[in-house]
């Protein structure tokens, strides 16, 4: 698990997980999107916009409150969180001739996948949750 989960993540006596939902958007915005604009700002190029980082930023900040949400954060349900997010990213980064997403974003976003998931309660995690529809 990353160093960056809040102690607020860990399991709770109460018998429930609960997230602390604006770390990983402070930290998604850190690590996958602030990169990704840098990028943009410092080398230009016409494969995406920054509209296209907007978009991603919206959707891997939705994941967080989506999984914090769940009313019984199973691994089905916490998996089918993953699914939704992995195949919206996928529809974005193919919008941008799949330059979206590089190798660098692609490993931040894992991480924020990953650790939101098991931090939401998700049992037995794989080590790559994504791998199943990722396309990036």
Known sequence: A???ISQKDRYHSEGGYAMDVMLYKEKTTEIVINPMIEFLEDWGGEEYTKEDV??????VHTYPEALD????????????????LVLALNDLNEETDYCLIETEAR????EVIQTSAVACGLQ???????????DW
């Open 2 to 4: 990353s160093d960056w």
């Open 54 to 59: 907007l978009k991603c930023e919206r959707l």
């Open 69 to 84: 949400a769940l009313s019984d954060p199973t691994n089905d349900a916490i998996m089918e969180e993953v699914k939704t």
């Open 107 to 110: 490993e931040a976003l894992w």
């Open 124 to 134: 037995n995690a794989p080590a790559d949750i994504t791998e199943e529809w990722r």
